[in-house]
């Protein structure tokens, strides 16, 4: 069985079939890609948002430890006060 020449015009459409459908694959990986890099964008933002929430809540973690402290502090103070006060009571007291 022999073989059929094609003609210049079969091969220029078969070249001008596959131009067209590279072309659009070309397009439908480029809004592909698009879509992925806007979401990627999205990505950075909210991780970046959640770091400054992590510093600010540090911070707020940092404020709470001092208070905390301070009270304890305090407390501590009151309870030293109210010792010495009952054992002078205690003395007056005999």
Known sequence: MARK???????YNVLTDFITFTKHQFEVVEKRFELVNGQLHLMSKEIRDIKVEQQETGKDIKMLKEDVVAVGKSI???HRTLETHSRRLVKLEQ
């Open 5 to 11: 020449e094609r003609t210049i015009t079969e091969v």
């Open 76 to 78: 501590y103070k009151q």
